[in-house]
């Protein structure tokens, strides 16, 4: 059983949230509610599902599947934000049917070594821009401690502890920014497939089969997935447009929410339009 959330009027697009195990209420972008149905489903290991390990991307496809049947529309737009990116890719191409468009937001091509040195890069970027304040200690230290968690406590306080260096300007709008920092919630999930592997991505040899229509979308100051992937996304993808935003980090639905809104919903109405 998945739980989801429907908020707004028009074309619907169900938006699957990041982490893996972020739970969904920091993705609700009301900015694009006002022109499209938004669908946040709880995706699989959030909210009452609770299993460690499994959770790969075939079976977030499978359960996504599932809920774009018991919409009982005839086609859905896919919007995907970070690991939610990762689902949003691996699902068209592997089942393209009743999906209209996609929207990814924040994604990469891969994960591994290769991500996670340019993580680590511009992790280092921002410390070295931000040496002098206080906080700084304790934000590298969450980042340190991601491979020791073991348990939902501990995943919602590491994301609490980084989300700072995920903002283009954190601290410059921190009134505004700090109520989802203190609400954001998560659960422990390994990463791990069915025999306790590390489940790692790299859809690069797949992606110019990927035939519906594509936004790529990412935050300029983005440290963990970066203008470097987008524009790698943007190069494989057949006919896909992308949109840097200048001022944001990880969160541009929060942090350019009208640029983002405005971006979507053209997207999404170039789809729907009688000359497409």
Do not use: K
Not at 98 to 109: C, D, K, N
Request: aromatic share 8%; proline share 8%.
């Amino acid at each position: 059983m998945q739980r989801y959330h429907v908020h707004g009027t028009g074309p619907v697009c169900v938006a699957h949230s990041g982490g893996p195990g972020i739970v969904w209420e920091y993705l609700r972008m009301p900015a694009l509610e006002r022109h499209l149905t938004i669908v946040y489903p709880e995706p699989i290991g959030t909210g009452a599902s609770g299993h460690p390990h499994g959770y790969t991307r075939p079976r977030y496809s499978r359960f996504l599947g599932a809920l774009v049947e018991h919409l009982g529309v005839p086609e859905v737009f896919l919007l995907g934000h970070s690991h939610g990116g990762f689902v949003a890719q691996y699902h068209p191409l592997h089942h393209p049917e009743r999906i209209a468009g996609v929207i990814l937001y924040e994604s990469a091509p891969l994960t591994g070594p290769e991500h996670g040195a340019e993580a680590m890069r511009l992790v280092q970027s921002f410390a070295a821009l931000h040496a002098d304040h206080p906080e700084l200690p304790g934000i590298l230290a969450a980042f340190q401690a991601i491979p020791t968690i073991s348990d939902d406590a501990q995943m919602t306080t590491v994301a609490r502890g980084l989300l700072p260096a995920y903002f283009a300007d954190y601290w410059g709008r921190e009134e505004e920014f700090a109520p989802m920092r203190a609400s954001v919630r998560a659960a422990h999930i390994s990463g791990l497939d069915d025999i306790l592997s590390p489940h790692v991505i790299d859809d690069r040899a797949d992606l110019g089969s990927l035939t519906v229509p594509t936004l790529v979308v990412v935050g300029c100051h983005d440290v963990i997935c970066g203008v470097r992937w987008a524009e790698e996304l943007h190069l494989l993808i057949p006919g896909s447009e992308l949109l840097v935003l200048e001022n944001s980090g990880h969160f541009g639905h929060l942090e350019e929410p009208e640029v983002f809104s405005q971006a979507v919903t053209r997207s999404v109405t170039a789809v729907n339009s009688p000359d497409s």
